[in-house]
């Protein structure tokens, strides 16, 4: 069973602190993608990488940074967390080449900055 | 720029047909998706369109019209698990392009 696995579900950190976000999956695929989901905002992306270690940025990358060292697994990194970066982060990846390209979707990271 | 509008919230009853839809003005088109999101769940791949026309899948269909910049998903025989919120999302360009989503669509199935 193909799969994106996040690091963990539910983390609380206090401002200023240093967030990582690990993302693993399985299934070789060339694209990874980082969102933020919020109420009435819907899924916004924040960064995402084509390979191993390239990185592109999305619609709202400022407060975050990534890493890519390793084709299955793609990093999100808060420098200093503040409490408008509470919300859910969600990790997902696609194929390169033909086909629809969906993305597979981790369970989320609900992230509560205080 | 783009844009992806999709109503906020639906509601329908147990059995019934329900039509969710999606109208999009994006730079380029390669494709509209649609995913189902349980409420606290990853969300879930339901359909691709990128020709016009209809595509169905047992008891969802996908429909979608480039020259309106326009889509909808039809759920037939709605049962009690089909609460979740649908979402739409387009790739404007090459295959490896981001999607872009809209806010998604909370549907409430009632008996």
């Known amino acids: 069973d193909v799969k994106v696995t996040q690091s963990s579900r539910y983390l609380v950190k206090r401002t200023g602190e240093k967030v990582f976000l690990e993302c693993v999956q399985d299934m070789d695929h060339e694209n990874m993608f980082w969102y933020r989901q919020d109420p009435g905002l819907g899924l916004r992306l924040i960064y995402f990488s084509y390979d191993v270690k390239m990185k592109e940025k999305g619609d709202i990358p400022e407060g975050y940074s990534v890493s890519r060292e390793k084709k299955e697994r793609f990093s999100l990194i808060l420098e200093s967390a503040s409490t408008n970066q509470t919300s859910m982060y969600l990790c997902?990846?696609?194929?390169?080449?033909?086909?629809?390209?969906?993305?597979?979707f981790g369970e989320g990271s609900r992230l509560t900055v205080l | 720029g783009q844009n992806i509008d999709q109503p906020t919230e639906m509601t329908a009853t147990e059995g019934a047909i329900v039509q969710i839809n999606c109208t999009y003005q994006?730079?380029?088109?390669?494709?509209l998706f649609w995913y189902q999101q349980h409420a606290g769940e990853a969300p879930t791949f339901l359909s691709y369109n990128v020709l016009d026309g209809l595509e169905e899948k047992g008891r969802f269909s996908s429909f979608l019209s480039r020259s309106k910049g326009y889509s909808y998903l039809l759920l037939k025989e709605l049962q009690m698990k089909d609460s979740a919120s649908y979402l739409c999302a387009v790739r404007s360009l090459g295959g490896n392009t981001p999607l872009v989503f809209g806010k998604g669509t909370r549907l409430s199935v009632i008996a």
């Open positions: 994006t730079s380029g088109f390669n494709g």
């Open positions: 997902a990846s696609s194929p390169s080449g033909g086909g629809s390209g969906e993305l597979f």
